[in-house]
């Protein structure tokens, strides 16, 4: 009888593992799913947030507009353009231009070629620590030399 005991409880305890397993798995799942509704609903608690902001935005532009279209009317007198307004092309727009009068200024001019024959000068290149003007041009290898020296090969003509 003892055999027999003890293996109903070795089975008791199986099945009550088993229970408990099966409860564990079926909690699991089910808290599984309610997180999944709780992201859902968060997700449409923030669309719902942005499609908010959006028609804000919207009723705002739309009261703003009205305002101006009253501005407009009452106190500026802009109207909107009507169709025969619009212009098809370029030669539309160029037949409305006139020709300048006699009298017209001459339009200004930005830009100045050189004429034949004449040689731009350039004022001289000055040192601005010394204040002596720049004669020559030092090569690359006898640069670090010069720096060496304090820098006053260029300033004062070469040496």
Known sequence: MM??????????WAVTLAICFSAFMALTF??????????????RIV????EKTILETEFETRASQ?????WNAV???YEPPRADQYLESERQLAALGEVPSRDAPSP??????????RVM????MVSPLTGKPVHNR??????????AQGGELLAEGGR
């Open 108 to 117: 200004i001019r930005v830009a100045q070629a050189p004429e034949a024959g």
């Open 3 to 12: 055999v027999n005991g003890s293996r109903l409880r070795q089975i008791g």
């Open 47 to 50: 669309s719902l947030q942005q």
């Open 75 to 77: 106190d500026f007198g």
């Open 121 to 124: 000068k350039y004022p001289e």
């Open 30 to 43: 089910k808290v599984n799913s309610v997180k999944s509704e709780v992201r859902l609903a968060e997700r």
């Open 66 to 70: 009205h305002q101006l279209a009253q």
């Open 138 to 147: 030092v090569e690359s290898g006898a640069l670090a030399a010069a720096l």
